[in-house]
């Protein structure tokens, strides 16, 4: 199926790592040029060279730490103009620290709001202008099933991925009229960089072995195993396209079935 990604633009935060870097990958293959960004410059320009190589698109690397409002106005701004246009945008970067709420600080709650959710609001501040201007546009969200599948231990990834969903909603009422359209990506357990970091930190507020924690997602889920990144950045591809461009506001899972309540270690894991 041709997705009518041709010569299209992107852009994409947290493009350097993990499922950032499989979106970028699986954009430039459909023939999109793709701005993207991450905090640090060494892992984010080579990240770029490695998929402008293997694809032969414009990748272009541009640092920014979204938890400050001035460098994602910069970092958009320098995406559309280097770029000519903006297409799509493709939220991705952050994540929020998990635990359960007797061990979450001030600091894991700031966090998990100032880049899971505030890095996201900026970035659409700074790039909704830019869609209506040219006519029309597409944003991905990448959220999380957290926040419509609750868990104890997801406290806060859940409050960050439910105001991500809720705003998706908003403002895909808001700017249809204007031709943009809204979708949201809500990814399960995904094998990223930032797993073993999850499982370590499950391992402990659990009291499990390092072992018995990583088997804890892979039993709550029909099929066995975790995700992959290039898995839901096919997702995130296919809703990128001007194909589907109708699905507005639509929160969509990618979880493999997981049941949440699979991982609490009171139930029976057999």
């Excluded at 960089?193 to 990583?214: C, F, I, K």
Aim: proline residues 4%; negative net charge.
């Amino acid at each position: 199926m041709d997705l009518e990604l041709q010569g299209k633009t992107a852009v994409v935060t947290g493009g350097s790592e993990g499922i950032g870097k499989a979106i970028v990958q699986a954009l430039a293959r459909e023939g999109v040029d793709v701005a993207m960004c991450a905090r640090r410059a060494g892992p984010l320009e080579a990240a770029a060279a490695e998929v402008a190589g293997a694809t032969g698109r414009r990748i272009v690397p541009i640092t920014a730490d979204l938890t400050k409002d001035e460098e994602a106005r910069r970092f958009v701004e320098a995406a559309g103009e280097a770029l000519g246009r903006i297409d799509i945008l493709v939220n991705n970067a952050g994540a929020a620290p998990g635990g359960v709420i007797e061990h979450l600080t001030e600091d894991d709650w700031e966090l998990a709001l100032q880049l899971k959710f505030m890095g996201y609001v900026r970035c659409m501040r700074y790039a909704l202008p830019i869609m209506r201007e040219q006519g029309g546009g597409r944003v991905v969200n990448l959220i999380g099933n957290d926040g419509v599948k609750t868990s104890y231990w997801e406290v806060a990834p859940g409050a960050a991925n439910a105001a991500g969903q809720n705003l998706t909603k908003s403002l895909a009422g808001q700017y249809g009229k204007h031709g943009i359209s809204f979708v949201a990506v809500n990814p399960g357990p995904v094998r990223t960089e930032r797993w073993t970091g999850l499982v370590q930190a499950m391992s402990r507020d659990m009291r499990l072995s390092y072992e018995e924690a990583d088997q804890l997602a892979p039993r709550s889920i029909p099929l066995g195993r975790i995700a992959e990144t290039g898995e839901v950045a096919n997702l995130v591809v296919m809703l990128a396209s001007p194909l589907m461009h109708f699905v507005n506001g639509s929160m969509i899972e990618i979880d493999g079935g997981q049941e949440k309540a699979l991982m609490d270690r009171s139930r029976d894991r057999d």
